[in-house]
Nanobody, 119 residues
Framework: VQLVESGGGSVQAGGSLRLACAAS????????MAWFRQVPGKQRERVAE???????RYADSAKGRFSISTDNAKNTLYLHMTMLRPEDTATYYC???????????????WGQGTQVTVS
């Protein structure tokens, strides 16, 4: 299974970006998928997750600004980020649980990451 992120880049504060994560197989109702972010020297943060049963969860830092969604026809997970702040600057990673597992089982598959810089 491969996860490939895209859509990162540089944006001014207040702007928007949409990240995409293309999965080589499986649709979102077959596993949990999530977005994480990490800044060098800091702990990785789970930003948003979409569980197998359709439950969506957001970090407090993302609530009201970020939205996670999917396109099952494309096996693609999205993270639409609005009202971006400089503190959102990080490398964003897509992750997935084992197949047919829920988010609380942990994440087995990871993408390579995409950089988001907000100035």
């Amino acid at each position: 299974v491969q996860l490939v992120e895209s859509g990162g880049g540089s944006v001014q504060a207040g702007g928007s970006l949409r990240l995409a994560c293309a999965a080589s197989r499986y649709t979102t109702n077959q596993w949990c998928m999530a977005w994480f972010r990490q800044v060098p020297g800091k702990q990785r943060e789970r930003v948003a997750e979409l569980d197998r049963d359709g439950t969506i969860r957001y970090a407090d830092s993302a609530k009201g600004r970020f939205s996670i969604s999917t396109d099952n026809a494309k096996n693609t997970l999205y993270l639409h980020m609005t009202m971006l702040r400089p503190e959102d600057t990080a490398t964003y990673y897509c992750a997935a649980s084992g197949v047919f597992l829920m988010c609380n089982s942990g994440f087995r598959y990871w993408g390579q990451g995409t950089q988001v810089t907000v100035s």
